[in-house]
T-cell receptor
Framework: AQSVAQPEDQVNVAEGNPLTVKCTYS??????LFWYVQYPNRGLQFLLK??????LVKGSYGFEAEFNKSQTSFHLKKPSALVSDSALYFC??????????????FGSGTRLQVQP | DSGVTQTPKHLITATGQRVTLRCSPR?????VYWYQQSLDQGLQFLIQ???????AKGNILERFSAQQFPDLHSELNLSSLELGDSALYFC?????????????FGPGTRLTVL
């Protein structure tokens, strides 16, 4: 079965500093990895995904994520944080081997707080 | 705006009642997914439909059911409601049915069971 772990409930960073939100995964086959962001009282917004190819994936709003197969990780990064980046971030995975299930398995979420 | 619409935004009802949540996918998307978000369970996949047919089931209770209509909108029916069913229910849609497809989420329906 596929699973995702987001080890930090909250990440605090000062505006202008780089940020990292951590994600590790477990799948049987090849992982398809996604990052979503949720603002208060809003739905989830897609940021980026990794399917295959270059390990560094660039997404919306200046975010990027690095796929590391040996560490089974897919950490979300941004070179310079903005106060408006403060939100709840979810990592999700689907599994190439799990042909009966097309849905995403989500991590528990990490709250990012960017201080001015 | 993802292009996925959900109605109603909020729903307050009593235990034992039945409610229907509605979702319209993005134009052109054939797959619809339903997820439940609660404080204790996090985001959980409930069920997926593709072009009118059920494709996958997750942690969906027997009291819950869904369908996708010929115009591709979907409804999630929740019956014999319990306090623990209070949650945010999201619908998502994707173009096809592949695991690589990006799912786009609607704004959600917040269900409160009193």
């Amino acid at each position: 079965a596929q699973s995702v772990a987001q080890p930090e409930d909250q990440v605090n960073v000062a505006e202008g500093n780089p940020l990292t939100v951590k994600c590790t995964y477990s799948v049987s086959g090849n992982p398809y990895l996604f990052w979503y962001v949720q603002y208060p009282n809003r739905g989830l917004q897609f940021l980026l995904k990794y399917i295959t190819g270059d390990n560094l994936v660039k997404g919306s709003y200046g975010f990027e994520a690095e796929f590391n197969k040996s560490q089974t990780s897919f950490h979300l990064k941004k070179p310079s944080a903005l106060v408006s980046d403060s939100a709840l971030y979810f990592c999700a995975v689907s599994d190439s081997m799990d042909t009966g299930r097309r849905a995403l398995t989500f991590g528990s979420g990490t709250r990012l707080q960017v201080q001015p | 705006d993802s292009g996925v619409t959900q109605t109603p935004k909020h729903l307050i009802t009593a235990t034992g009642q039945r409610v229907t949540l509605r979702c319209s996918p993005r134009s052109g998307d054939l797959s619809v997914y339903w997820y439940q978000q609660s404080l204790d369970q996090g985001l959980q996949f409930l069920i997926q439909y593709y072009n009118g047919e059920e494709r996958a089931k997750g942690n969906i209770l027997e009291r819950f059911s869904a369908q996708q209509f010929p115009d591709l909108h979907s409804e999630l029916n929740l019956s014999s409601l319990e306090l623990g069913d209070s949650a945010l229910y999201f619908c998502a849609s994707s173009v096809q049915k592949a695991s690589t497809d990006t799912q786009y989420f609607g704004p959600g329906t917040r269900l409160t069971v009193l």
